[in-house]
């Protein structure tokens, strides 16, 4: 079984900056994954932000592109989510997720943007 813990989120105002750490553990192949960062707002469906490859590709979703980094750390298990120019309309609970393989969601962590 996978564990996925994200942490970095917080209340934050419009323009403010914030950046989300993923840590996968247990029985993970995160080295050779395909990662995503998703989010999910208030009476809506998670949706997908940001994904990595393991060769370090990105692919940006394009409401946060220009905006929104993905990056990773293979030596550490981890995918981080560095967001800049933040909006209120960024407000929502942020996840990470093997994207070819899903695993047990985590319990994600609570991104705020004040305007």
């Known amino acids: 079984q996978v564990q996925l813990v994200e942490s970095g989120g917080g209340l934050v105002q419009a323009g403010g900056s914030l950046r989300l750490s993923c840590v996968a553990s247990?029985?993970?192949?995160?080295?050779?994954?395909?990662m995503g960062w998703y989010r999910q707002a208030p009476g809506k469906q998670r949706e997908l932000v940001a994904t990595i490859t393991d060769g370090g590709s990105t692919n940006i979703a394009d409401s946060v592109k220009g905006r929104f980094t993905i990056s990773r750390d293979n030596a550490k298990n981890t995918v981080y989510l560095q967001m800049n120019s933040l909006k209120p309309e960024d407000t929502a609970v942020y996840y990470c997720n093997d994207f070819y393989l899903p695993q047990p969601w985590g319990q994600g962590t609570q991104v705020t943007v004040s305007s």
């Open positions: 247990g029985r993970t192949f995160f080295s050779i994954s395909t």
